[in-house]
């Protein structure tokens, strides 16, 4: 891997900022969502957010599950079950049916509070509940689905959010929304480069043809049938993984003067293809093994 080119470090101080306002705010909620990508569920787990939250009630969902693959989704959803003894749940913030089975895993992961307030008698406010993760996964888009209502702004684009938000839910909850949150260096270079093919990352900080081309890579190796129904071109001959972008382009058609290809071009077509499904719905990181 090109190191110069792979290195995503992209860390705004406004992230600082954010981390900031989930730790003073924690002590306020009673129950954590921990919204994570169904795509990509080791790289889009913040790191430092485990931290954050400590000990308090947490839920994590694999948001964006219409874009993963359900098979493997279902055997992330088992492996965070297991592993962290916490409820999780596959979620398509954007159905309402889907959103319909979070509330569910919401009411389970508070009833103990809800029997112990009902006991006592105690009527006092709603519960609250917060959203936190990285940027654009989906945090107001579920927020608005659990409200039935637009409350929250929700754009296709990384830092929409950039205050804390509440959304109350006709007074059965209260959910809080977060910006957006990252951490400043990814050990793993592979991390960096999943969290830019999602669209977690600002476009304009990385180095896109390289982002691009790594996936493609990918998606040849894996793929490779979907690649072709898609740019009606077989890059097994293609060796250089520069070249393979040039062929997609090429393909489409998307030429500059002198008959070069348009390899930027290119580059924002593959990622815009992958991050809105139209290669299918695919995964690109698969749970540990563990044991049934
Ligand atoms: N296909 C699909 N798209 C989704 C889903 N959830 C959210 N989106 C889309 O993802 C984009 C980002 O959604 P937001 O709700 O703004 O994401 P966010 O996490 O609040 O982003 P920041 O505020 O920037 O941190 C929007 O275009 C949504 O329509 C989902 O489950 N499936
Ligand atoms: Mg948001």
């Known amino acids: 891997m090109d190191e110069n080119r792979a290195n995503i470090n992209w860390f705004p101080g406004h992230m600082k900022v954010t981390q900031r306002l989930i730790k003073e705010n924690m002590s306020k909620v009673d129950l954590v969502i921990e919204l994570i990508d169904s795509r990509i569920p080791f790289s889009s787990r913040n790191p430092l957010l485990a931290n954050l939250i400590n000990n308090k009630p947490r839920?994590?969902?694999?948001g964006k599950s219409d874009l993963a693959d359900s098979n493997?989704?279902?055997m992330w959803v088992k492996?965070?079950?297991?592993?962290?003894k916490t409820l999780a749940i596959a979620v398509n913030c954007?159905?309402?049916?889907?959103?319909?089975?979070?509330?569910?895993?919401?009411?389970k992961a508070l009833a103990g509070l809800i029997k112990h307030k009902t006991n006592k008698g105690m009527v006092g406010r709603a519960p609250r509940v917060m959203i936190v993760g990285i940027p654009n996964v989906g945090k107001s888009t579920l927020i608005n689905s659990l409200a039935?209502?637009?409350?929250?702004?929700a754009e296709?684009?990384?830092?929409?959010?950039?205050?804390?938000q509440w959304v109350s839910v006709d007074g059965v909850v209260?959910?809080?929304?977060m910006p957006g949150t990252l951490w400043h260096k990814f050990e793993d270079p592979k991390v960096g480069l999943n969290l830019a093919y999602i669209g977690s990352i600002k476009d304009s900080v990385f180095d896109i043809e390289y982002v691009a081309m790594n996936l493609l890579e990918y998606l040849h190796k894996n793929y490779n049938s979907k690649l072709i129904e898609r740019f009606n071109v077989d890059l097994s001959d293609v060796n250089e993984p520069f070249e393979k972008l040039e062929a997609v382009g090429r393909s489409r058609g998307m030429l500059i003067k002198g008959g070069e290809v348009d390899t930027e071009r290119a580059a924002i077509t593959v990622l815009e293809e992958y991050r809105s499904g139209k290669f299918g719905k695919i995964t690109l990181e698969m749970p540990p093994n563990i044991e049934d």
């Open 174 to 177: 209260d959910l809080l929304d």
């Open 79 to 84: 492996y965070i079950s297991k592993t962290e």
């Open 72 to 74: 493997v989704s279902d």
């Open 94 to 107: 954007k159905n309402a049916k889907s959103v319909k089975a979070v509330v569910s895993v919401v009411k």
């Open 59 to 62: 839920i994590v969902a694999l």
């Open 148 to 153: 039935g209502k637009n409350k929250a702004k």
């Open 156 to 164: 296709n684009r990384p830092g929409v959010t950039t205050n804390k």
